[in-house]
Structures are given as structure tokens and as C-alpha cells.
């Protein structure tokens, strides 16, 4: 019940419907099998690459649908998959998924997946992708891996290698929302990211000015270092324009497009977005 699972509870369903089965072991249950019988799917975000305004790569996004028909927020599920375990098959599944993507589209640059912590200090993780990428023949330079700053990571040895190896392979590394934890700094010292994800928290409110100096110092912090920059959750003409004044290299947000059940992005690109870029 709700009581017995205490703080580990989740409240998919009407918490007032006594029957409604409203914890977490109900999704680490459906987990074990979902991959065989499709109840999690991809879904791809486009990202638009600047200056060329071109929209040729996405982000891919899992979701999770239960029996009834209900779809379960990653932000449920993924912490419960990494608990139980599950995250290594799923994330493997997830790569090989992303790889046949990419395969049957071919003006799609390169795609990013979304790695827990978990599956980077997993042994053998890097020559699962080596593998996947090897069956598929497809090669590492069109995929990239997003890592998120975590409050409990320790940058282990075994992070670190994993990091290392995936490299060789061409795969590149990036940081995911960046500055919501207190890790983004030390990550960015210890790893050459490929790039990072500015998180869309900074994007969210920029109604004054002390909000926009802040975007401002974060962007240049990254640039100095060296990365390129993606600025994630754009959902507005206005900011648009805010980061025009700034050299990004990728934007990514509601106002470039939605998450979609396939990478074929070219069709789905927001046409006020090409054209707001053409003037950046
Ligand atoms: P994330 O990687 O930072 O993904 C961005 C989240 O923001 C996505 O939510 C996306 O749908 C949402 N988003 C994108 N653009 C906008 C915007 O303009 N405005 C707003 N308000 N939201 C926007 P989603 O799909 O619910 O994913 C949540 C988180 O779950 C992801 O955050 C990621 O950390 C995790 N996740 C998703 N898929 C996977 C996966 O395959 N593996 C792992 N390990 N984690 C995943
Ligand atoms: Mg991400
Ligand atoms: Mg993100
Ligand atoms: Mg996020």
C-alpha cells in the first residue's frame, strides 16, 4: 500500500482511489518486462545547430506507457529503473533503438541518449555501445551520450574510464543541465565535455536583468573552458532574441519542436524558429 512504501511511494493514480495501485513497485514490476512487450518507446526532440540554423540532430527521450494506457513521466520512472537495475537493459535497448534511428535517417547528424550514472560505472558499458554501434555500423561520431551532474556522484575511476573509452570510440560526451546541482562545476573540471547543456531553469525567467547577466556569466564560464553550448527549454520569439546576443552553438526547446515519435525531424521543425536563427 501508499503507507508501506512510505517516502519510496508514487503517486501515478488517484491517491483518493483506494484501489489504484500507487507505488513504485508497480512500475519496477512493469519494468522488468516492458521492453518485450512495447510499453516503452523513444521519442526525439529536435536540436537546431547554429549558425546554419539547420535542425540535424535530436535528443532522444524514453517514455514509459502501463497496461491501462497511462504514460508514466521519466522523472518516475528512470529513478525507479536505476534503483532496481533495470536502467542497464533499458539503456541498452535505448542505444540500439537510437542507432536504427539514425540508420533510416540519414540527414540527421547525430543523435544524444540520455546515460545514467548507474550505467557509466556498470562494467562492460562501453563495450556494450562498442558492440551496438559495431552490429548496427554505425559510426560513434553520430552519437552522443548526456550525463547529468548528480548531488551523490563520486567521479569514480570507473566513470572516468568508462568516459574515456566511449570517446575512443567517436561518441561524444555531454553535460546535461547544467548548473542545477552542486557537481556541474567539479564535472566540468575533471572531463573535456563535448559539449553542454545549459539548463533551461536559466532560460525559464529572463523578466529582468539580473536573470539575463546570470545566463550571460554561465554561458561565458562553459565557452571559456571550451565546450560548445546547447541552451535548453527555448519556448519564446523573445528568447530567441535574448540569445542572439550570445554565440550558442545549439538551442533546443519547445519553440524549435516538440519531442516526436521519430527522428525524421526535417518535417517538424517550427518554421518561425528557421527563420528567428536565420537573424541570429
Ligand atoms: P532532460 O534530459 O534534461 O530532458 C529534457 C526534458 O525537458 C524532457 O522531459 C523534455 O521533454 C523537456 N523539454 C524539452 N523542451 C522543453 C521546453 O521548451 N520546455 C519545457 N518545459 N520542457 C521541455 P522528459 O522527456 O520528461 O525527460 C525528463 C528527464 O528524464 C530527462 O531530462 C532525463 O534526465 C530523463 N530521461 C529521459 N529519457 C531518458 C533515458 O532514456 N535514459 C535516462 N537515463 N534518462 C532519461
Ligand atoms: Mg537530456
Ligand atoms: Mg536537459
Ligand atoms: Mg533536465
Known amino acids: ?39 516503452v518507446s523513444l521519442v526525439y526532440q529536435p536540436i537546431q545547430s547554429l549558425p546554419s540554423g539547420r535542425v540535424d540532430a535530436v535528443e532522444s527521450l524514453m ?3 502501463m497496461l ?11 529513478p525507479i529503473a536505476e ?3 533495470a536502467i542497464l537493459e533499458l539503456g541498452r535497448w535505448a ?14 547528424a547525430f543523435a544524444t541518449v540520455n546515460i545514467s550514472v548507474v550505467q557509466l560505472r556498470a562494467p562492460g558499458f562501453s563495450k556494450t555501445v562498442e558492440d551496438i554501434l559495431h552490429e548496427r555500423r ?36 555531454w553535460l546535461d543541465d547544467f548548473g542545477t546541482g552542486f557537481a556541474g562545476l567539479s564535472w566540468l573540471r575533471l572531463i573535456d565535455f563535448d559539449a553542454v547543456k545549459i539548463d533551461r531553469s536559466f532560460i525559464n525567467n529572463l523578466s529582468n536583468n539580473r536573470d539575463v547577466t546570470m545566463l550571460r556569466d554561465i554561458i561565458e564560464l562553459v565557452r571559456n573552458r571550451g565546450p560548445q553550448i546547447l541552451v535548453e527549454g527555448v519556448e519564446t520569439s523573445e528568447q530567441m532574441e535574448i540569445l542572439g ?5 545549439y538551442l533546443q526547446g519547445y519553440f524549435i519542436g516538440h519531442p516526436r515519435p521519430s527522428a525524421n525531424v526535417g518535417a517538424i521543425i517550427a518554421p518561425q524558429a528557421l527563420q528567428m536563427s536565420n537573424q541570429l
Request: aromatic share 2%; hydrophobic share 35%.
Open 138 to 173: 554505425v559510426p560513434g561520431t553520430r552519437l552522443a551520450i548526456e550525463v547529468t551532474e548528480g548531488l551523490d556522484l563520486e567521479l569514480n575511476s570507473e566513470v572516468l574510464r568508462s568516459i574515456g573509452s566511449l570517446r575512443q570510440l567517436g561518441v561524444r560526451i
Open 83 to 85: 534503483r532496481t537495475g
Open 245 to 249: 546576443n550570445y554565440q550558442v552553438d
Open 68 to 78: 491501462d494506457g497511462t504514460d508514466v513521466p521519466p522523472s518516475v520512472f528512470i
Open 95 to 108: 542505444i540500439d533503438t537510437v542507432c536504427q534511428e539514425l540508420l533510416s535517417n540519414r540527414h540527421i
Open 1 to 39: 500500500s501508499a503507507k508501506a512504501s512510505g517516502r519510496n511511494c508514487v503517486h501515478l493514480f488517484d491517491p483518493s482511489d483506494p484501489k489504484s495501485g500507487d507505488d513504485s513497485e508497480a512500475v519496477a514490476a512493469l519494468l522488468r518486462t516492458a521492453i518485450d512487450r512495447h510499453l
Open 63 to 65: 517514455r514509459l506507457r
